[in-house]
């Protein structure tokens, strides 16, 4: 028996994270969009590996991600694991210098530069990713321009980590970059203390992080009060008021999915497994 | 989008093999036993994939499997992948070389040494694998006797393909090794000229397997009568007469685990990758 690398627990991470069931919303093991698979998100955690693995050899963040993300877009479906990837990235280059810490993993995004920020806004070439209109004054940095933004970046010196704190109040991804990965590490230590099969663990703690904040990804594709409502009816499972299979199967008829809390537990699975978490 | 490598797609097949359902007395995506469960299976495809690295690259092909074998074995439930890596070793390695045809994958195996041989019997010393007892007179060739038995095979000049050959009439990937891989190359196309999803079509092909021939799997935990008993309901299923979630039900509580012709399907869903099919 070898132990996993680091690249190899991102990659398991990303595995169990969509084997999680009931997952409210999203893909997991029994429920499926037509266009979006089980099957293309195992084939996307397969494709982001040579990514991962930059970042844990200590590639630069922006460069290793963009690899991750491009090689996650080797499958039919587009977008599977956009945002996931930006949630392990830095947490695997943290991991690689030997330090998956709060403090780690905010020196590290910390360090990140202008180039990084120029290979994040290439990687939305790779894939189509749902996001909001930018608020005014900040078009010129529209991800949607993809590299058509890099002398904008540019000329303003805005390293990747700059981007993500300006949109941390919108994005629940950029918040973690700008919080030291507050919710991840937290949602690791409940993986870790929870019993049973890791992907059970994992379905758990997506429910908490579903009632703790509104979905930002809802937010973005749908609106804050859908995204309000989904946070209180997870609520409501927890209390034991509302039957989780049921909310599962009516968010997907709605076609509601509240993927930024699946990127923080793929980022959560892959803290807890290196932290020692059995699968 | 990048294209996989031909390790990643050896990877893959194996995540895709198990993420087909309804795959009667086999893990799945909805059905697991508690000690065996599809988290494994999916530590296993990640574990292995050095090692598949390794036989893609050339090496040899003993010493391959046989880490591959180590780095699958890096989970807590013990064997999930052991025959599935024996399939994939040489046709990934004919892959490597650009050739992977029957009469490629057997050349690779009809080029195997004593060392190849010597290093499948190290593999057994990884994982628990369930093996018969060897026929009268080739006790000292006994798997499980593991390293031990290196010195029988280098006394007796026996190759790994020799050994394989051996065992053809009464394994089921010992008897794809010894006749070109006729049964993956055979469903390969079968999944290929399938439609929809790939997991279902993998589901497909290992019912029409199972109905072809009764699994050897079955008859080293169970016995003869069993697999027959299973390939005859596989055929039902095929005409109709049985339903297939019934089958996979019972199969489970029963724990009978046709677990070579899963091996070939994850052979087949390699080739059929290899040769063009999008996930």
Redesign the interface.
């Known amino acids: 028996?070898?132990?996993?690398s680091v690249a190899?627990n991102a990659?398991?991470a990303l595995?169990?994270e969509v084997?999680g069931t009931p997952k409210p919303g999203n893909v997991d093991?029994?429920r499926e969009y037509d266009d979006l698979?089980?099957?293309?998100f195992?084939?996307g955690a397969?494709?982001a590996?040579p990514g991962l693995e930059r970042a844990a050899a200590g590639d630069a963040i922006g460069s290793a991600f963009e690899h991750a993300v491009?090689?996650m877009?080797?499958?039919?479906a587009g977008n599977t694991q956009f945002g996931a990837l930006l949630v392990l990235s830095p947490l695997v280059a943290a991991a690689g210098e030997d330090d998956l810490s709060r403090d780690g993993v905010d020196a590290v995004v910390r360090d990140t530069t202008v180039a990084d920020a120029a290979s994040f806004y290439r990687a939305f070439e790779?894939v189509d990713v749902a996001v909001d209109d930018p608020p005014d004054g900040l078009e010129p940095l529209d991800v949607r321009r993809g590299s058509d933004a890099i002398p904008v970046l540019e000329s303003r010196e805005l390293t990747l980590f700059d981007v993500m704190e300006s949109s941390a109040e919108v994005d629940g991804v950029a918040a973690e970059w700008a919080s030291g990965f507050d919710r991840v590490f937290s949602a690791a230590e409940r993986l870790r203390d929870d019993s049973g099969?890791?992907?059970d663990r994992a379905s758990r703690v997506f429910i908490e992080l579903l009632a703790a904040e509104p979905d930002t990804f809802v937010v973005t594709r749908q609106d804050r009060a859908t995204a309000e409502e989904v946070q209180r009816r997870a609520q409501a499972v927890l209390d034991g008021d509302e039957d989780v299979t049921d909310l599962a199967e009516e968010l997907v008829d709605r076609d509601v999915n509240p993927g930024t809390t699946a990127d923080l537990v793929a980022g959560a699975l892959f803290v807890a497994l290196e932290q020692g978490l059995?699968?």
Do not use: D
């Open positions: 028996m070898t132990e996993r190899q990659e398991l595995l169990l084997a093991r029994v698979r089980f099957e293309h195992l084939a397969v494709g590996r491009e090689g877009s080797g499958q039919s790779h099969p890791v992907a059995v699968v």
